[in-house]
């Protein structure tokens, strides 16, 4: 059962909207498991085609995109269905490339929904234990469904999970010993008001030599200058995290992890609201 969320920093506006947000994901989430429980994805899985447009947006609002952003470039995908589903897909690219390396012994995505990028790194036959981090909890059932059908057999763990509560998963997996660990987070920090320090505090105690690639719509944070520049305006009214870019650099100027890159921009299928930057950072001791 998922403990209410709430900061006490946050005054009432941004619980109230913090919970909105939730509640939309739930529904969606819960919408999602349903398809999988009608449809069959054998054929579909087997050809490693197995993306968040196969259940949910096919048909919907990001059929009818004509522009989207690319490394800071607006492309006109001319509502493209397979030309959308492409870049979406080279937007994941930088994660695979790393799995490719066969470095890592784990992985584990931070705020990961109902599985979308978890369940296509698993298509793409990588073979590295993975957790997979959700807050909802119809998110978390729609991803042990999935793996239970499809992935019996995958080195998949799920969990419940909360940035501003990680004490409880850290404590979960303090037995566990990895070496090299690879951390993602894709949309998943946006909603967090002010993120807390004992999350990146978790991460250097229990991972002595980590990688993250932030993906979050923290552009704002950083730079007047690309496209997230209109959210600095609206910030108070959607609530989005205001700290993660701070957060770092304080970390960073203390010697507790290093910056390694910043791309502003990087990728969103809109070309006006909810661009995502990738901050890619990394253990002090994390060589290349």
């Known amino acids: 059962m998922i403990n209410p969320y709430y900061i006490s920093k946050l005054d009432e506006s941004s619980k109230k909207s913090f919970d909105i947000y939730t509640n939309q994901w739930q529904s969606i989430f819960k919408y999602i498991r349903k398809q999988y429980e009608k449809m069959n994805l054998d054929k579909r899985i087997n050809k490693h085609n197995f993306t968040v447009f196969d259940v949910l947006y096919h048909k919907s609002k ?57 369940f296509y790194y698993i298509s793409k036959n990588i073979d590295t234990k993975i957790i ?37 998963f850290f404590n979960k997996i303090s037995n566990m010993k990895y070496s090299n660990v690879l951390i993602t987070t894709f949309w998943a920090i946006e909603q967090v008001y002010m993120l807390s320090e004992s999350f990146l505090d978790n991460l250097i105690k229990y991972f002595p030599k980590f990688k993250i690639y932030f993906l979050e719509p923290v552009g704002w944070q950083i730079s007047n200058d690309g496209h997230m520049k209109m959210k600095s305006e609206k910030k108070n009214t959607y609530y989005y995290n205001e700290n993660l870019y701070s957060l770092i650099c304080k970390y960073q100027s203390n010697g507790k992890i290093k910056i390694n890159k910043i791309i502003l921009d990087y990728f969103y299928p809109n070309v006006k609201y909810n661009c995502g930057t990738l901050i890619e950072i990394s253990s002090v001791n994390y060589k290349d």
């Open 132 to 168: 997979s981090c959700e807050y909802t909890y119809t998110g978390v059932e729609t991803q042990q469904f999935i793996k239970d059908k499809y992935y019996p057999n995958s080195k998949l763990e799920i969990y419940q999970f909360d940035f501003n509560n990680s004490d409880d």
């Open 62 to 118: 990001y059929s009818e995109i004509s522009e989207l952003i690319y490394l800071g470039n607006i492309i006109n995908v001319n509502q493209n269905y397979e030309l959308i589903k492409t870049y979406f897909e080279k937007s994941r690219q930088h994660v695979i490339d790393e799995h490719n390396n066969e470095k890592y012994d784990l992985i584990i995505e931070f705020g990961s929904g109902w599985g979308t990028n978890i």
